[in-house]
């Protein structure tokens, strides 16, 4: 492998959108995390959940210096002016008994709605709340608005009764894994749910994270947008100046690779079913 050894030219966004990178846990890639915070800036930035993975940490303490770091370099940029609001996700719920709280300079927030420069409203939110609406869809969606409010309830509940009993969470991403032939289809459902929610909330679009899925996408004319995560996909999203949104991709050997600039996405999501070898 021969690294394409390019400049490093630092990018400066108004907004980027970062989530799941899961620090405490062995599989966060911190240092890749750090390299793409070293040449990223922007006015505001959002963590959208499952920055620290609280689960991992209770079981077992792993947090490596690089894992500190990272932390660190998140206090700098809002001692430095950016304006950093953290929307825990299910891994880091412990967050979320302090919403309006600030630590550092980083304040937390339940879920927020963000204004693009274009004016935009954009729902901010993890999803995980999501998870038993995703595996019921096609039930809830027979029996209508209040099955649906019941099934997030009931996700909540469902998700505390496992934690009393030493269970992690009831993960839609890991069992989605397990899956691998119907987990496009979840991924979609999970996409339309989010969207909806945007829907009701009157926004234009949403950015959430969760599913470790990076995407921008339209879903029946709402914009959905979900940052991806830094175990495997090293993701994040960017709002340029103008309003318009970047995926970002870093590669850890190369500038990161615009890869989809606002295009909504239109194809059905089983053409997006991976080429999964072995
Ligand atoms: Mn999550």
Same mark, same amino acid.
């Given at each position: 492998?021969?690294?394409?050894? !390019?400049?490093?030219?630092?990018?400066?966004?108004?907004?980027?959108?970062?989530?799941?990178?899961?620090?405490?846990?062995?599989?966060?890639?911190?240092?890749?995390?750090?390299?793409?915070?070293?040449?990223?800036?922007?006015?505001?930035? &959002?963590?959208?959940?499952?920055?620290?993975? #609280?689960?991992?940490?209770?079981?077992? *303490?792993?947090?490596? !210096?690089?894992?500190? %770091?990272?932390?660190?370099?998140?206090?700098? @940029?809002?001692?430095?002016?950016?304006?950093?609001?953290?929307?825990?996700?299910?891994?880091?719920?412990?967050?979320?008994?302090?919403?309006?709280?600030?630590?550092?300079?980083?304040? $937390? =927030?339940?879920?927020? $709605?963000?204004?693009?420069?274009?004016?935009?409203?954009?729902?901010?939110?993890?999803? %995980?709340?999501?998870?038993?609406?995703?595996?019921?869809?096609?039930?809830? +969606? &027979?029996?209508? %608005?209040?099955? &649906?409010?019941?099934?997030?309830?009931?996700?909540?509940?469902?998700?505390?009764? =496992? =934690?009393?009993?030493?269970?992690? &969470?009831?993960?839609?991403?890991? *069992?989605?894994?397990? @899956?691998?032939?119907?987990?496009?289809?979840?991924?979609? +459902?999970?996409?339309?749910?989010?969207?909806?929610?945007?829907?009701?909330?009157?926004?234009? #679009?949403?950015?959430?994270?969760?599913?470790?899925?990076?995407?921008? +996408?339209?879903?029946?004319?709402?914009?959905?947008?979900?940052?991806?995560? *830094?175990?495997?996909?090293?993701?994040?999203?960017?709002?340029?100046?103008?309003?318009?949104?970047?995926?970002?991709?870093?590669? #850890?050997?190369?500038?990161?690779?615009?890869?989809? $600039?606002?295009?909504? $996405?239109?194809? %059905?999501? =089983?053409?997006?079913?991976?080429?999964?070898?072995?």
């Amino acid at each position: 492998m021969t690294p394409t050894s !390019q400049p490093r030219t630092h990018r400066h966004f108004r907004t980027l959108f970062i989530s799941d990178v899961h620090l405490g846990s062995k599989a966060a890639q911190a240092e890749q995390l750090l390299a793409f915070l070293a040449v990223h800036d922007a006015e505001k930035i &959002y963590l959208v959940g499952d920055i620290v993975d #609280g689960w991992r940490l209770k079981r077992a *303490w792993h947090w490596p !210096q690089s894992h500190n %770091d990272v932390v660190q370099a998140f206090l700098r @940029k809002a001692r430095k002016g950016t304006q950093i609001v953290y929307i825990p996700g299910n891994h880091d719920e412990f967050l979320r008994g302090f919403p309006g709280q600030h630590f550092g300079g980083i304040e $937390v =927030r339940l879920t927020d $709605v963000h204004e693009t420069a274009d004016g935009r409203k954009l729902l901010v939110m993890h999803g %995980d709340e999501f998870d038993v609406v995703v595996r019921n869809a096609r039930l809830i +969606a &027979y029996l209508g %608005d209040w099955a &649906y409010d019941a099934a997030i309830a009931i996700n909540l509940v469902f998700n505390r009764f =496992r =934690r009393r009993f030493g269970f992690g &969470y009831w993960s839609f991403s890991s *069992w989605a894994k397990l @899956k691998v032939k119907n987990a496009v289809s979840f991924i979609g +459902a999970f996409e339309t749910l989010l969207a909806a929610e945007a829907d009701r909330m009157g926004c234009e #679009g949403v950015v959430c994270g969760h599913i470790h899925h990076p995407q921008i +996408a339209e879903r029946s004319g709402i914009l959905y947008v979900n940052s991806g995560d *830094w175990v495997e996909s090293c993701s994040a999203i960017a709002e340029r100046n103008d309003g318009t949104l970047e995926l970002l991709t870093w590669t #850890g050997t190369q500038m990161p690779v615009p890869q989809i $600039v606002e295009k909504p $996405v239109l194809e %059905d999501a =089983r053409a997006l079913e991976p080429a999964r070898a072995a």
